[in-house]
């Protein structure tokens, strides 16, 4: 995994939720992000919902086929709360048709993508979310600093 090193020029090590109810894929998942990130697995949407209530994650990677709350409501859920609607989220699913994929992304998903997958690919799409979260960031850190200067500039007129 060449040039992987850049997923590490963050200055904390983001942190990851996992939630597959196949304890093979989390445990292979994990394994591959966690030189990387702070990797936290769930089973299950509920567990998730129970981690997110201790501190919010950097990014979910969710299955769409779970019993229980399947992933689909799960990020219906996850978008109409306040407190967890701007946490950027990645399907990696088995379920491989169009309609899936086109559902999960109208619903919010950053990403979807099917089982098997490149492990390099996953790292690389996770690191590019990632940023670009950065710098929405970084560019509302801005906005908020002109409109106080604008501000202050209008005040003095």
């Known amino acids: ?35 990387f990130y702070e990797v936290y697995p769930a089973p299950s949407a509920e567990r998730l919902f129970s981690v997110m209530e201790k501190f919010i994650p950097d990014i979910v990677l969710l299955d769409v086929n779970m019993p229980g709350m399947n992933g689909f409501k799960t ?14 989220v990645i399907f990696i699913t088995s379920k491989d ?7 999960g992304l109208d619903l919010g998903a950053e990403d979807y993508i099917t089982k098997p997958f490149f492990g390099s690919l996953l790292l690389r799409r996770i690191m590019n979310i990632l940023l670009i979260e950065q710098q929405k960031k970084e560019l509302q850190a801005f906005q908020t600093e002109i409109k106080g200067l604008r501000e202050q500039l209008e005040s003095q007129r």
Do not use: G
């Not at 990020?75 to 950027?88: A, F, V």
């Open 97 to 103: 048709d169009e309609n899936s994929a086109a559902e």
């Open 1 to 35: 995994m060449k040039n992987m090193d850049s997923a590490t020029k963050f200055p904390a090590q983001k942190k990851v939720i996992i939630v597959d109810d196949n304890v093979s894929y989390l445990s292979m998942i994990r394994n591959l992000l966690k030189s």
């Open 75 to 88: 990020i219906k859920l996850m978008k109409e709360n306040p407190r967890y609607k701007d946490i950027p």
